[in-house]
């Protein structure tokens, strides 16, 4: 069912770092560059549906999905991401487990194997090395899983210090951030990671949800108690403020993406809006691409 967001509560339901993970922990380094163009448009649907559509290029009004498919018996499912293998991850919300489908995507693709997770998986990522990382919602920590990643995966180690309902999350330059609603914040984990780390910086973001970042390394977040989506620029810290604030026709953001042009593409329950660059405060949808009920999104292959 879809989630209606309510002040700080909840009520009923773009780059990849390179980093070397051991069995404890991680550790950072740069960015790398992604081995296939992420060009198409992925939205994961939840609302009851669960199902997940993927948009082709030239993106406008009348964008229908190139293909869409229902993960499995899923009627809630959350954000989207990409190993280096141009497999796609999708954070089953409803049933506890990020589901993994191998390309090419087709309208009868079902899953390849799925791996179990804390409670409640929202916002999920990978690193250079296919390590994954898991917001769990609903247990209120981020569990971390090591490559090679199979359907007996178990989480190498959880992080839980000052985190208590997480959702949005991205490895970036070496660190993980991690949208908290209830705490107010997107906390920033600086490598190596382990079942010790505590946040660096928390960024104050009332409403964090979605997160993602520009080419130029800008922080998006989407601030539901505000209805909203806010850039901060770098270096973080702990009294950071927005750079820019976009609301437009935004009454539900959930989750942000970038093109590589610097255009925002942000999920509003029933669409996904499109802002195009350059991004100010006064900027307002260019148009609306029509969607089931759009949760997650990120641009893949």
Not at 273 to 296: R, Y
Request: proline share 8%; glycine share 10%.
């Amino acid at each position: 069912m879809r989630k209606i967001h309510i002040g700080t509560l909840a009520l009923v339901a773009l780059a990849l770092p390179i980093l070397a993970a051991c069995s404890a922990g991680s550790t950072g380094g740069a960015p790398g560059p992604t081995p296939f163009p992420m060009t198409r448009l992925y939205v994961a649907n939840d609302g009851g549906s669960g199902v997940v559509q993927i948009f082709a290029p030239p993106f406008s009004a009348s964008s229908v999905p190139a293909v869409a498919f229902k993960d499995g018996t899923s009627t809630d499912v959350d954000d989207v991401a990409f190993d280096r293998k141009g497999r796609l991850y999708v954070g089953n919300f409803g049933q506890d487990m990020v589901d993994v489908f191998t390309p090419p995507f087709t309208n009868a693709s079902t899953s390849t194997f799925s791996i179990t997770t804390g409670s409640g998986p929202e916002g999920i990522d990978l690193d250079i090395l296919g390590n994954l990382y898991v917001a769990n919602r609903n247990a209120g920590n981020v569990t971390v899983y090591n490559a090679p990643l199979s359907g007996t995966s178990t989480a190498a180690f959880t992080i839980a210090t000052g985190l208590s309902q997480p959702i949005g999350l991205k490895i970036h330059g070496g660190s993980l951030y991690v949208a908290d609603q209830t705490h107010g914040y997107v906390a920033v984990y600086n490598a190596p990671f382990s079942s010790s780390s505590a946040p660096a910086v928390t960024i104050p973001v009332a409403g964090a949800w979605g997160i993602g970042f520009d080419g130029a390394g800008n922080l998006w977040v989407c601030n539901v108690s505000t209805s909203n989506v806010q850039e901060f620029t770098p270096p973080f810290t702990n009294t950071s403020t927005p750079a820019i604030t976009i609301s437009g026709t935004l009454s539900n953001p959930e989750y942000p993406a970038l093109d590589a042009t610097g255009n925002l593409y942000v999920s509003d329950i029933t669409d996904v809006q499109v802002f195009l660059a350059p991004l100010s405060s006064s900027s307002t949808s260019a148009f609306d691409i029509p969607t089931i009920a759009a949760n997650g999104i990120r641009f893949g292959p």
